[in-house]
C-alpha cells in the first residue's frame, strides 16, 4: 500500500476511471476527465523537457481558470512539488516565495506579467516561465501555454515518484513577518485527499461550485472532487449572484464559503423565494458562523452547513463540525461555538506550556497528530524544531476541549489579549459582540494602554442603516461580560482587512488603530 501513496498514483487511477464525465466547467468552456489527463500529461512531458524532476519546485501563479487544473495535473503527473501563490498576494510576498522555495518552472496568469518581468533577477533558480496568454501578449522570454503544451507527447509519464518525495511546499499567509513554506510529501499529501474524500463525504454525482481561490483550501477541496468524478464549476471570484444562480441552474450540491461569503449570500436572498434543493453541503472555515446567521441560514438552505477547521501545517481537517452538529436545540446549540470533533485521522489534545495535556475542558494550546502533519517548514529548522515535538504538531492556537471531544477554539497565542494581568480571549468578545442588533462583523484586539497593558478594543462593522455608537456597545457588553473583558475601546469601520487566504488580518487591524486610521464616534 504505501508504495500507491504518491498523488500520481491516486489521480493516474482516477483520470482514467471516469473518462467522458465532466471534469470542469469555467466560462462556459467545459473539460471532460479524459481531456484534462490528456493536456496535463502533455504538459507533464514539457515540464519534463525543462527539467522537472520529482521534487522540482514548480510555481502556480494564476488566477482561478481551467489552466490551473490542467497544470496542477501535469505537477502531480511529473511528479514535481507544486508552490502555489494566491493571486491577492503582494509583490513582496510573491518575489519572496519564488527565491526561497528554489522554483525551477512558473506557469503564470496575464495579470502577474509585469510583477515577474520586474523580479526575474531575483529568481536565479527559475529557469521556464509559461505564460497563459498567446504569443504577441506574452513578454520576452515567456513560453506561451499552447506552445508549450504542444512540445509535450500524449501518454502518462514513466516517472518514478515515491511517497517520501516532496508534493507541495505552501506559503502560510504571513500576518507576522514573511511567509513559512511548509512541506508536505507525497505521502502525506496523498493520505489528506483521502481525508478530504471521507470527511466530506463526497458522492459520485457531486457538483461543486468553487469561487474562492484555487491555490488555497478550494483547490484541494477540487482534488478531492475529482477522486470521486465530480463536476466543478470554477468562478474567477466570488460573486453571491453567482452562487445562487449556479445551485438554481446546474444543480450544485457542494459550495466553499468562508463566513462572510455567507452572509453576502444570504443578503443576496434576502425574502425571495429560491430553489436550492440540490444543495446538499456548504463546507465554511476560517471562522464560526454566528447563531443568529445559522438560524437564517438554515431556514434558507436546509441542513447543510459543515465547518472545518485546519492549518497549512495539517491541511483542513484537524477538526470538523459535522451537518448534524449544527442545529439549534437548547441543549446542543453551544457546540456551534466550536469548531467540532477531532477528524477521523487525527488525535487531538490540549497541553500547556510544557507540552503537558491539560484536564478536560481547561484552557491550553491545541497540539495535533495526524498522518498529514507537514515535514516541517523550508529552510526553517529552528522554527520546525518549536512546532512538532514529540510527534505532535503545535498549533499555535488557544483552545478547550469538552467530554464528548468538542474543540473549541478560545484564540491565536500571538491575539490573546492579557489586560490588567488577566488573559482575555478575543472570540469569547467577539461572541458577545457579533451578536448585537446592528452589528454586521466584529473582531477585537488588545491595543497598549498605559493602564491596563493591553485595552479590549472591539472593531466593528456595522449593518447598513444601522446608528451604533462607541459608548452603546460598551453599555451593551455590561451584563454579559465581566469587567476585565469588556471592550474600552470600540471602533467602526466599513470592512475588516482581510489577509490574502481571506482570513480576519488581526495585524492590519492593530496597525490601523495604532495609525488613528480608525476611530470612535
Request: hydrophobic share 40%; glycine share 10%; net charge negative.
Amino acid at each position: 500500500m504505501d508504495s500507491q501513496l504518491t498523488l500520481k498514483s491516486l489521480f493516474t487511477s482516477a483520470m482514467r476511471r471516469h473518462g467522458e464525465r465532466t471534469a470542469v466547467v469555467f466560462e462556459g468552456r467545459e473539460l471532460s476527465y479524459a481531456e484534462l489527463f490528456r493536456q496535463s500529461c502533455r504538459v507533464a512531458h514539457a515540464m519534463i523537457a525543462a527539467g522537472v524532476v520529482p521534487n522540482t519546485r514548480v510555481a502556480l501563479m494564476m488566477s482561478n481558470c481551467t489552466e490551473f487544473a490542467v497544470a496542477d495535473q501535469a505537477i502531480v503527473q511529473s511528479g514535481a512539488a507544486k508552490v502555489p501563490l494566491n493571486d491577492m498576494l503582494g509583490e513582496d510576498e510573491i518575489r519572496y516565495i519564488v527565491a526561497d522555495s528554489g522554483a525551477r518552472l512558473a506557469v503564470v496568469g496575464p495579470s502577474f506579467f509585469d510583477l515577474v518581468q520586474r523580479n526575474r533577477g531575483h529568481w536565479p533558480e527559475l529557469t521556464t516561465i509559461v505564460g497563459l496568454a498567446d504569443a504577441d501578449a506574452c513578454p520576452e522570454g515567456v513560453i506561451p501555454w499552447q506552445a508549450f503544451l504542444a512540445t509535450g507527447q500524449d501518454g502518462v509519464p514513466q516517472v518514478d515518484v515515491s511517497p517520501d518525495d516532496l508534493a507541495r511546499v505552501t506559503y502560510t499567509g504571513g500576518t507576522t513577518g514573511m511567509p513559512k513554506g511548509v512541506m508536505h510529501s507525497q505521502r502525506s499529501a496523498t493520505l489528506n485527499m483521502y481525508a478530504h474524500v471521507m470527511e466530506i463525504g463526497l458522492q459520485d454525482d457531486e457538483r461543486l461550485l468553487l469561487s474562492s481561490p484555487l491555490p488555497h483550501s478550494a483547490g484541494a477541496l477540487m482534488m478531492a472532487g475529482l477522486i470521486k468524478g465530480a463536476t466543478h464549476f470554477i468562478e474567477r471570484r466570488f460573486d453571491p449572484e453567482t452562487v445562487v444562480r449556479r445551485i438554481e441552474e446546474d444543480g450544485v450540491t457542494f459550495t466553499f464559503l468562508v463566513p462572510t461569503m455567507i452572509y453576502r449570500v444570504l443578503d443576496w436572498i434576502g425574502d425571495s423565494s429560491r430553489n436550492l434543493s440540490s444543495l446538499r453541503t456548504i463546507m465554511y472555515g476560517a471562522a464560526p458562523i454566528t447563531v443568529e446567521r445559522l438560524t437564517q441560514g438554515l431556514s434558507v438552505f436546509g441542513p447543510v452547513f459543515m465547518q472545518l477547521y485546519g492549518q497549512s501545517e495539517v491541511p483542513n481537517f484537524i477538526t470538523r463540525l459535522r451537518r448534524e452538529d449544527h442545529r439549534l436545540d437548547e441543549h446542543l446549540v453551544h457546540r456551534l461555538k466550536s469548531c467540532g470533533q477531532p477528524a477521523i485521522m487525527a488525535e487531538v489534545r490540549i497541553v500547556d506550556d510544557n507540552g503537558r495535556p491539560v484536564p478536560t475542558g481547561e484552557s491550553g494550546e491545541i497540539a495535533v497528530r495526524a498522518p498529514y502533519t507537514m515535514l516541517g517548514y523550508h529552510g526553517l529548522p529552528e522554527k520546525t524544531a518549536e512546532t512538532l515535538v514529540g510527534g505532535w504538531l503545535h498549533t499555535g492556537d488557544i483552545g478547550k476541549q469538552d467530554a464528548d471531544g468538542y474543540v473549541y477554539l478560545l484564540d491565536r497565542k500571538k491575539d490573546m489579549i492579557i489586560s490588567g494581568g488577566m488573559n482575555v480571549y478575543s472570540v469569547e468578545v467577539e461572541s458577545v459582540v457579533q451578536s448585537l442588533p446592528g452589528v454586521s462583523q466584529a473582531a477585537v484586539v488588545g491595543l497598549p494602554d498605559a493602564d491596563w497593558g493591553e485595552a479590549v478594543t472591539a472593531c466593528v462593522v456595522p449593518e447598513a442603516g444601522a446608528e451604533l455608537t462607541a459608548r452603546g456597545v460598551m453599555e451593551a457588553c455590561r451584563d454579559r461580560l465581566s469587567a476585565y473583558k469588556r471592550p474600552k475601546n470600540v471602533f467602526f469601520l466599513d470592512a475588516m482587512p482581510l489577509t490574502t487566504y481571506g482570513k480576519l488580518d488581526k495585524k492590519t487591524l492593530r496597525r490601523w488603530a495604532a495609525e488613528g486610521r480608525i476611530r470612535g464616534d
